[in-house]
């Protein structure tokens, strides 16, 4: 199982490290876990995540569930514990900084747009692969893209499942900055140092606002999300779900059935 690494690197930033180098920091029951009571027990003025290992994380660990539990443990990683850990994130009082050492992929992507701010190492690069996996992604989530990189470029990253590299990332808007292999920890740091040096306050304030006016401008009439709920539990039930990360996993193309 993967882990978080806690330590502080300046006064008043506490940096989380996911570290789960066998499977690519892949987010597993055990991470996602410990991040959901970490974040909000946090006592800093700013927060880095980032990863071991030259990868900050390639998403959802459903690569390896047995076939005859695949649907209900993979709805279950998903629905559960990650949504608590982005929840913890999201109501993080503190500033938080996703410092991405490596490819951030999938519900990786997720939890780095999550973050307040978002550093890349140059080179690496970001996707969003659920039209090669089969599956449909939550409204939560595809809102919290919407939000950052507007509808056209939602509709590139997800649609077609590419990866994009670091610098076009930044054009797009969806990092802050990018800099060099061996410059991140550091920037990252500078920027965690300024965010804590900042009026706790102002900054606690100011996100929680910006929380309230993305959910209010965002709200769905009950009956809608509802039916959006079941449309994504129902692909993890899928025949496709299941062959694309199969297929994914085996680096081929996935023979799809629609169904």
């Known amino acids: 199982m993967g882990e978080v690494l806690v330590d502080e690197p300046a006064d008043a930033v506490v940096r989380l490290t ?18 959901a009571e970490l974040l909000p027990a946090i006592d800093a003025r700013c ?9 900050f994380s390639s998403g959802y660990d459903i690569g390896e569930i047995p076939d005859d539990v695949f649907a209900e443990e993979a709805e279950k990683l998903v629905a559960h514990p990650f949504t608590a850990a982005i929840r ?16 951030a992929i999938g519900g990786g992507l997720e939890l780095a747009v999550s973050c307040d701010l978002r550093i890349a190492r140059d080179g690496i690069r970001l996707g969003m692969p659920p039209a090669k996996l089969g599956l449909v992604y939550s409204h939560t989530g595809l809102r919290r893209f919407l939000s950052a990189i507007g509808e056209p470029r939602t509709r590139e990253l997800f649609l077609l499942g590419r990866t994009i590299e670091a610098r076009t990332a930044l054009a ?60 994504r539990r129902a692909c993890f039930a899928s025949e496709d779900l299941r062959e694309g990360v199969r297929a994914f996993a085996e680096k081929r193309p996935a023979r799809w059935k629609g169904r």
């Not at 499977?23 to 991470?31: C, E, G, H």
């Not at 927060?47 to 990868?55: H, L, P």
Request: no cysteine.
């Open 172 to 231: 797009w808007g969806l990092v802050n900055d990018v800099v060099g292999e061996h410059e991140l920890a550091e920037a990252a740091l500078d920027v965690a140092v300024e965010l804590a040096s900042n009026a706790p306050l102002s900054i606690a304030g100011n996100k929680r606002v910006l929380r309230e006016l993305l959910a209010a401008s965002a709200a769905l009439d009950p009956d809608v999300e509802r039916e959006l709920i079941a449309l």
């Open 18 to 35: 996911i570290s789960n180098p066998e499977k690519r920091n892949a987010l597993d029951r055990a991470i996602l876990d410990r991040l």
């Open 47 to 55: 927060a880095i995540i980032t990863g071991t290992q030259g990868m």
């Open 88 to 103: 913890a994130l999201d109501e993080a009082p503190y500033a938080t900084v996703a410092a991405l050492s490596g490819h």
